[in-house]
């Protein structure tokens, strides 16, 4: 119960009023008033998820944002499956912003019990998260929520639609329901007569449907727990995929913003006479949150004017140096910053107290940028009363609200259109760059704008992961870890990026520590403890949030214990952990990487295991130290998904998760000087190319209680795992991150 008492009050009291209201959580019930959005379009709307025309055949609604994790095409499989049609006879459509689109399962991340525990309580109060994430429409793609959210819900509406269409055959025929079939996106009768459902769509959209349709058995699927070719592949692989950055509308003018390089800080003043004569520029204004747009006939007449304008920019109102961040997270170690103790579990102080091998350590973690390959852009379309908006983004109530504010529409006037989008990891969840869009287009006199930040202004104004370092004391006893002592500090992602939407979240936040007091994990004296830091520079999601550091902190903490009692590495971490799959998936990795085996002079394998967003994920890097620098050799991953969907989807984003991983803990680093962010393009912020990438086999495991989502998880044991293995190959144990200021890398 102390744990309980933590979590944020908010989540307290609208579990319990849901609990106590006996509202029935995880199933998609079609007669609630949840008004479908698809119901005045074209065709038949048979749900919120399919719609089906004369014309243009049968469409399925994707509800999440595809980035390239392949959710377009998953989400489609499962209402496909159920519908009984192929996925090259179907489009995949992004759905429109509407409560209908709500995300169950968002919310469930953030309650005090860790995914391991199952017990009444901790699945009360998950289910009774899906009662807020309803009330505030919450269609958000993030936190590895999209599959989980989905796998009941879009089957059922794939069965729901299949049954009113059987229907309205069998009593177009005079025949009864159960003697007919379905197959390929027809409705077949006993002597072979077919009728394709755009031919039923009209009648089948005047039966009710079933709150509870039959689904297929596992057995029967033919596109789930398979790997299919992406629905997205042909136009990405092609050019042809249309992107908001690459949306041309008649009369369409186009815009660039510079912004206060200090974060937040305030514009004092401009002079735009310059950059107003030059070649395109149709108009340059001051913005409502500082700085200026320039607006042209083009965008690179955009950027270079806006290179001209002279602007006097107030301070940053953060510290201007990064080592002044620093010691401001530090000087948070204190009672007064303490922010949770989710888990505080025998007496840390009297272990220490004992006599026995002792163990102290500090790690540290930079400010990193989400660097995604889209920059930020947005196209609004103001007139008339109407507001259109092309922009990437992770949210789309949230993109039409916040646009709402900035117009004065009621959102109903509001259309937000949301392409694929080349990338996300967490950035396209903020707002930034729709509201500047839509306050540059309430000045173009009803012309449509296409607003595209330059990679320098996208790198230098992001919303980071913040720095954080974690503080670590332990001891080991009979070849085990006795007592497991970590403090950890960081600025607080949800305070900041909750707080740009004007909402104040009460109560600790649980992404601080989140993949540390969580792990299943058998330590006699365990203790974690959360400090919450001042505010610094803007921070928010990115890629795994917080799990991003604490799971190097805590990873790398338990390889100094083994390495101190003498153990090695993974054979202590199978002979501590008590989660049955998470045991599997240690083993599974141990098996592909043949962990034990004899290796090469001057090379070292590392291993790290993390429970993320529910899915127990082990990696196994083995590297070889060459006078040239460390040279990653190989990669093995295991993870456990519960219910595998895609085989081929999952190994993708498992092996890009630990890419992304592995750059940041490589050469990832945001730093600030004189209030200013120095990175400014990939030439000081890379990514690993391609012949320094390992090859990464992925082993796929369902022996989970539940079916669980693969965005992130792949990410958080990477840099441990890394360092483990320089470790073991070359006795530099490095605890700070990025890893190049301390070692050379081939």
């Known amino acids: 119960m102390g744990r309980l008492r933590q979590v944020a009050r908010r989540s307290v009291l609208i579990g319990s009023v849901a609990l106590a209201g006996g509202a029935a959580f995880g199933t998609w019930a079609y007669r609630r008033p949840l008004e479908n959005p698809l119901k005045d379009g074209p065709g038949t709307a048979l749900t919120p998820y399919i719609e089906i025309t004369d014309a243009q055949g049968i469409a399925i609604i994707a509800p999440r944002a595809e980035m390239g994790q392949g959710v377009m095409t998953t989400l489609a499989a499962l209402v496909a499956e159920e519908l009984d049609v192929s996925l090259d006879a179907v ?4 759905g429109p912003a509407s409560t ?18 199952e017990g009444w309580m901790a699945e009360g109060l998950r289910g009774a998260m899906a009662v807020p994430a309803r009330l505030m429409g919450m269609q958000i793609t993030g936190g590895s929520s999209t599959i989980p959210d989905a796998y009941e819900k879009m089957r059922h509406a794939g069965a729901a639609a299949r049954y009113a269409l059987v229907e309205a055959a069998a009593r177009q025929w005079g025949l009864a329901a159960a003697d007919l079939t379905t197959q390929d996106g027809t409705v077949i009768a006993p002597d072979g007569t077919a009728l394709p459902y755009t031919a039923l769509a009209q009648a089948a959209g005047t039966i009710d449907l079933p709150d509870d349709p039959p ?25 042809t995929a249309d992107y908001a950055i690459d949306m041309r509308l008649s009369k369409m003018l186009y ?41 042209a006939d083009n965008t690179w007449r955009a950027m270079k004017a806006a290179e001209a304008v002279q602007i006097t920019w107030a301070d940053a109102p953060y510290p201007a140096e990064t080592s002044a961040h620093w010691a401001a997270v530090e000087a948070s170690l204190t009672d007064a910053h303490r922010d949770s103790r989710f888990r505080d579990e025998g007496d840390v102080e009297a272990a220490w107290s004992r006599d026995g091998d002792r163990i102290e350590a500090e790690y540290r973690v930079p400010y990193l940028a989400h660097a995604t390959m889209e920059p930020m852009n947005a196209v609004a379309w103001l007139r008339d009363g109407k507001l259109d908006i092309w922009a990437g983004n992770q949210a789309p109530t949230i993109a039409r609200d916040e646009a709402a504010k900035v117009c004065g529409l009621d959102p109903e006037a509001i259309t937000i259109h949301t392409p694929v989008m080349g990338g996300g990891f967490g950035r396209r969840a903020e707002m930034d760059c729709i509201r500047q869009a839509v306050e540059i287009a309430a000045t173009t006199g009803g012309r449509p704008v296409k607003l595209t930040w330059s990679r320098a202004e996208d790198m230098t104004h992001d919303a980071y992961r913040p720095l954080a370092l974690a503080r670590f004391r332990g001891t080991v006893e009979n070849g085990l870890p006795r007592a497991f002592d970590m403090d950890i500090a960081a600025p607080s992602v949800m305070e900041s990026q909750m707080g740009r939407l004007g ?30 830091s001042p505010a610094l520079a803007p921070v928010s999601s990115w890629r795994s949030v917080g799990f991003s550091y604490t799971s190097f902190f805590h990873e790398s903490a338990l390889d100094e214990l083994a390495h101190a009692a003498g153990r090695d590495p993974l054979d202590m971490r199978l002979a ?7 045991r599997k998936v240690l083993a599974a990795v141990a098996d592909a990487s043949d962990w034990g085996g004899a290796l090469p002079k001057g090379h070292g394998r590392g291993v790290a295991f993390t429970l993320s967003f529910g899915v127990p994920t082990a990696q196994v890097i083995e590297v070889a130290a060459t006078e040239n620098g460390i040279r990653l050799v190989r990669a093995f991953a295991a993870v456990d998904v519960g219910i595998a969907l895609d085989p081929g989807i999952i190994e993708a984003q498992v092996q890009g998760g630990m890419i992304f991983g592995l750059s940041a803990a490589i050469m990832g680093e945001i730093a600030f000087e004189g209030g200013r962010v120095q990175q400014t393009n990939f ?45 073991a190959a070359t006795g530099t144990r490095i605890r700070e991150l990025p890893m190049n200021r301390h070692i050379g890398f081939v």
């Open 100 to 117: 209908a689109y709500y995300n169950a399962a968002i919310l469930a991340e953030g309650v005090p019990f860790a995914a391991t525990d």
């Open 576 to 582: 501590m952990i008590d989660h049955g799959p998470s």
């Open 683 to 727: 030439h000081d912020y890379d990514a690993l190319r391609l012949h320094q990438s390992p090859p990464i086999a992925v082993t796929i495991l369902e022996n989970g209680t539940k079916i669980r989502g693969i965005g992130e998880p792949g990410t958080p044991p990477a840099a441990p795992a890394l360092a483990n293995a320089i470790f």
């Open 255 to 295: 815009a660039t913003i510079r912004m206060n390089p200090g974060l937040g800080g305030a514009m004092i003043g401009f002079d735009a006479a310059q950059a107003r004569g030059m070649r395109g520029v149709v108009d340059i204004i001051g913005m409502a949150d500082g700085g200026i747009a320039v607006i």
């Open 91 to 94: 489009s995949v459509h992004h």
């Open 215 to 239: 689904l297929k058995p596992r057995e029967d699927w033919r596109l789930l727990g398979h790997s299919v070719p992406r629905v997205d592949m042909v136009g990405k692989c092609t050019g």
């Open 503 to 532: 909402i104040s979240l009460p109560g600790p936040d649980i992404a601080l520590v989140q993949g540390a007091w969580d792990q299943p994990w058998r330590i006699p004296d365990y203790r974690i403890t959360g400090y919450r």
